[in-house]
């Protein structure tokens, strides 16, 4: 087997998502593809989609654990060139601004709608236009998400304060950035969130 893919393997993180593309630099595609294919059935890495593989975490009482579910979406989108941005609710609960779980695991993408089953995990993908996506990865995109998810009508004083604790003063400059992309009642909100005390 090419030693330096097995190395590189070697450095990746129980549990982390990766998919042939991330090797290119060491072998041909189709080198690459057999050599994960026979790591995968001789169960020193694990299948969790088509092209897509992670390193299994094995628990002393449950067992293997399957990987992060967002790990898995963000392997998925890589593998394929989308991007992606957590859904609304979910963006809501990660900031503590709803104590609401989401059900079902969906993010929002430019690439198109649709459910996939990972390790395990059903993953739901629905297709956006690309300003809905804008600050996907950082705090700033969650907020934005967030405030789709409580709409312009259940956004009180409370909420505002607790997200202008939460803004570092890059999040602010980045909020900003994005206000061009926001619906004109947003951008209102995000007013009040970075000039009113």
Same mark, same amino acid.
């Given at each position: 087997?090419?030693? =330096?893919?097995?190395?590189?393997?070697?450095?990746?993180?129980?549990?982390?998502v990766? %998919? @042939? &593309?991330?090797?290119l630099?060491?072998?041909?595609?189709? *080198? !690459?593809?057999?050599?994960?294919?026979?790591?995968?059935?001789?169960?020193? !890495?694990?299948?969790?989609?088509?092209?897509?593989?992670?390193?299994?975490?094995?628990?002393?009482?449950?067992?293997?654990?399957?990987?992060?579910?967002?790990? !898995?979406?963000?392997g998925?989108?890589?593998?394929?060139?989308?991007?992606? &941005? +957590? #859904?609304?609710?979910? @963006?809501?609960?990660?900031?503590?601004? =709803?104590? &609401?779980?989401?059900?079902? $695991?969906?993010y929002?993408?430019?690439?198109? *709608?649709? =459910?996939?089953? @990972?390790?395990?995990?059903?993953? %739901?993908?629905? %297709? +956006?236009?690309?300003?809905?996506?804008?600050?996907a990865?950082?705090?700033?995109?969650?907020?934005? /998400?967030?405030?789709?998810?409580?709409?312009? #009508? #259940?956004?009180?004083?409370?909420?505002? /304060?607790?997200? /202008?604790?939460?803004?570092?003063?890059?999040?602010?400059?980045?909020?900003?950035?994005?206000?061009?992309?926001?619906?004109?009642?947003m951008?209102? $909100? !995000?007013?009040? $969130?970075?000039? %009113?005390?």
């Open positions: 087997m090419n030693k =330096s893919i097995l190395d590189s393997l070697g450095k990746i993180p129980p549990g982390t990766f %998919h @042939a &593309q991330d090797f630099s060491f072998a041909p595609r189709n *080198t !690459i593809d057999q050599i994960l294919l026979r790591l995968s059935k001789r169960g020193d !890495i694990q299948k969790a989609y088509l092209g897509l593989y992670y390193i299994p975490v094995i628990h002393p009482t449950f067992g293997m654990i399957p990987p992060d579910p967002d790990h !898995i979406a963000r998925y989108a890589q593998k394929f060139g989308y991007h992606i &941005q +957590v #859904n609304p609710a979910k @963006a809501a609960n990660l900031l503590g601004l =709803s104590n &609401q779980v989401p059900a079902q $695991i969906v929002l993408t430019d690439g198109p *709608t649709k =459910s996939i089953s @990972a390790a395990g995990i059903s993953i %739901h993908f629905h %297709h +956006v236009c690309s300003k809905k996506l804008k600050g990865g950082t705090k700033s995109g969650l907020i934005v /998400q967030a405030l789709y998810y409580l709409g312009q #009508n #259940n956004i009180t004083d409370s909420v505002i /304060q607790k997200i /202008q604790f939460l803004l570092s003063d890059q999040d602010r400059e980045d909020i900003q950035d994005l206000l061009p992309f926001c619906p004109s009642w951008q209102k $909100i !995000i007013s009040r $969130i970075l000039y %009113h005390a």
